[in-house]
């Protein structure tokens, strides 16, 4: 019988992996097919910086109410619903043709797509204990990652064989067949892994020293996510005359090195407690080691080989998934599995914002002839302050549900 739960409880996690990687893919087709489409409908940066904002604010304002939603309907119902909106957002992006036309579609899609972080960390919360925790959401954030090297390596040659539009139709479907297997696989909600209707954690979670904390990490890092997943195609593209044929390597590479980060992410914690580090030193020994790990990455301006600068990107993803991946692993020690998800929610809500703020940075940054140098040196120190609030506010990480097993897996 506890076999038969083992391997029911990694086919969730199996089912969550391919949901996160292609939540990626779809948000990422629109910065590897940016030359197509500012060719055809005369974008300029301003625009695309645009279309990547409005994304970035409705994920931010949906992240109110998801990780509440996904606490109250719980991971099957909640993630199905997720999913099958933002495949549809996806696909609509074939059908519109301005400026509008794609800010809107984007808008929907990011609103959408903000269900997936929760969900991540939540299936971790409620189906495993804390030592394995880490790793779990290790694996987790590596689906992005490989989500953003399949998305180089796959839509840009789909988009030159069949047209830009059949790209975010193909994505968009295999979405939607994802929703029919997760209904199918997944388990019925347990009741105690939800919180009840009048349960609204919020005002609590606001008052909470740790949920300012799981802010701040978000707000330092999340940044330098964004601005990276919205712009290395075009920074590649820019300062090393890469076209679109060409740049899906350099890109797939940095992604790669990305998720290598997020599982060294998971195991490194997880080893240190195995040998007798408390949860605070794992912890937090870990995010230093890649808070310091992205220093170089303004190096990148002094370079001018492609692959130097990817070697370079590459570094600095590994060093934020290794990060992130601590920061997730570290909102569900602090806080029970039945409310981790509206945390979450509030933390990648600020998360979100500082991402738009980045881009619109960016967007501001290329229209006015600084290029990436302001960028990249916010990208470098951004961890270190991020660690340092961290700090400040939660001076030593407590487990919340010590002794928590992972919860059984209910019946269909």
């Not at 009048?198 to 330098?224: E, G, T």
């Not at 998720?259 to 060294?264: C, D, I, R, T």
């Not at 979450?344 to 980045?358: C, D, E, K, S």
């Not at 990480?397 to 928590?404: L, M, V």
């Amino acid at each position: 019988m506890e076999a038969q739960v083992e391997r029911w409880r990694w086919l969730i996690v199996g089912l969550a992996f391919v949901a996160i990687m292609l939540n990626y893919v779809d948000r990422q087709i629109i910065a590897l097919l940016k030359p197509t489409l500012e060719a055809q409908f005369h974008w300029d940066d301003r625009d695309y910086g645009n279309m990547a904002s409005a994304f970035q604010f409705a994920a931010a304002v949906a992240f109110l109410g998801t990780g509440w939603f996904i606490d109250r309907v719980g991971l099957r119902r909640g993630f199905a619903l997720g999913v099958g909106i933002w495949s549809l957002a996806g696909m609509a992006h074939a059908l519109v043709g301005s400026v509008s036309g794609f800010v809107a579609a984007r808008a929907v899609l990011g609103a959408a797509e903000s269900i997936g972080t929760p969900a991540q960390v939540k299936t971790a919360a409620v189906y495993f204990p804390p030592e394995k925790r880490s790793f779990m959401i290790g694996i987790g954030n590596m689906a992005s990652n490989i989500g953003a090297v399949v998305a180089p390596l796959a839509i840009p040659p789909l988009a030159l064989w069949l047209g830009w539009r059949a790209a975010f139709l193909v994505t968009g479907g295999l979405g939607l067949v994802w929703v029919m297997l997760w209904l199918i696989v997944a388990p019925a909600t347990p009741a105690a892994e939800t919180i009840s209707k009048a349960a609204l954690p919020w005002r609590s979670l606001l008052s909470d020293r740790r949920q300012w904390a799981l802010v701040a990490a978000k707000m330092f890092s999340d940044n330098v996510w964004w601005f990276l997943l919205f712009f290395s195609p075009d920074l590649f593209h820019r300062m090393f005359g890469l076209s679109q044929g060409t740049l899906g390597l350099p890109v797939a590479f940095i992604y790669a090195m990305a998720a290598l980060g997020a599982l060294f992410g998971g195991w490194l914690p997880s080893r240190l407690m195995a040998g007798g580090a408390n949860p605070d030193r794992a912890r937090k020994g870990s995010m230093l080691l890649y808070a310091l790990l992205i220093l170089p990455v303004p190096l990148l301006l002094l370079v001018h080989s492609a692959w130097v600068a990817a070697a370079l990107l590459g570094l600095a993803l590994f060093a934020h998934q290794g990060f992130s991946t601590n920061v997730f692993a570290m909102a569900a020690d602090m806080f029970p599995a039945r409310i981790v998800g509206s945390a979450i929610g509030i933390a990648a809500f600020a998360g979100n914002l500082a991402g738009m703020a980045m881009i619109q940075l960016a967007g501001w940054s290329l229209y006015d002839g600084l290029g990436y140098a302001p960028l990249l040196f916010i990208c470098g120190g951004s961890y270190c302050v991020a660690l340092a609030l961290t700090q400040i506010l939660v001076p030593r990480i407590e487990i919340a549900e010590p002794g928590a097993a992972a919860m059984p897996i209910g019946a269909h």
